[in-house]
T-cell receptor
Framework: KAGVTQTPRYLIKTRGQQVTLSCSPI?????VSWYQQTPGQGLQFLFE???????NKGNFPGRFSGRQFSNSRSEMNVSTLELGDSALYLC????????????FGQGTRLTVV | SQQGEEDPQALSIQEGENATMNCSYK?????LQWYRQNSGRGLVHLIL?????REKHSGRLRVTLDTSKKSSSLLITASRAADTASYFC???????????FGTGTRLTIIP
């Protein structure tokens, strides 16, 4: 069974640009969650999608958005990038949602310059 | 904001010794999970313990949960160099709220 796949693995963007990250969950998993990880703030929850609906949202500005497609693949978008958006973005899929075991991808390392 | 706080923040031990890390949380939970993260990579699920369980084992891992004290501990026995990683606890809600991660313990095994 293929694991969670995140693309791209590394990304360098300039302030003010926008970026789209992609996550393909494990086959059959309908819940996809996104996290931002930085040395200072640790793992911060961004949002969770289940069957194409956003079920939970963390405390991030509206520049951070996401969506989920009918095949459960998910994308997150960050507009008007700031230096502070540099982070490791992790996607996790689960068959049970937040109450079950989460399977993580390798992450996308975003650097904003 | 973090639900869980791991203690200690960093731990260095000799290979072969046991490593114990603790997690405290604030609100009632459905389950508590432990994850490992190797440097700059994704998290790997280690073990899930439900709120009605007190202890669980998986290989060299032993997890305890004390819901009255809102705390959990992860014991890794006979540590190996490959156990060097960051370890996070995560609390699972009763409903469909988010899985919330703690601040992590950085474990270094000295060969």
């Amino acid at each position: 069974k293929a694991g969670v796949t995140q693309t791209p693995r590394y990304l360098i963007k300039t302030r003010g640009q926008q970026v789209t990250l992609s996550c393909s969950p494990i086959s059959g998993h309908r819940s996809v969650s996104w996290y931002q990880q930085t040395p200072g703030q640790g793992l911060q929850f961004l949002f969770e999608y289940f069957s194409e609906t956003q079920r939970n949202k963390g405390n991030f500005p509206g520049r951070f958005s996401g969506r989920q497609f009918s095949n459960s693949r998910s994308e997150m978008n960050v507009s008007t990038l700031e230096l502070g958006d540099s982070a490791l973005y992790l996607c996790a899929s689960s068959s049970e949602g937040p109450r079950g075991e989460a399977f993580f991808g390798q992450g996308t390392r975003l650097t904003v310059v | 904001s973090q639900q869980g706080e791991e203690d200690p923040q960093a731990l260095s031990i000799q290979e072969g010794e046991n490593a114990t890390m603790n997690c405290s949380y604030k609100t009632s939970i459905n389950n508590l999970q432990w994850y490992r993260q190797n440097s700059g990579r994704g998290l790997v699920h280690l073990i899930l313990i439900r709120s009605n369980e007190r202890e669980k084992h998986s290989g060299r891992l032993r997890v305890t949960l004390d819901t009255s004290k809102k705390s959990s501990s992860l014991l890794i026995t006979a540590s190996r160099a490959a156990d060097t990683a960051s370890y996070f606890c995560a609390t699972g809600p009763f409903g469909n709220e988010k899985l919330t991660f703690g601040t992590g313990t950085r474990l270094t095994i000295i060969p």
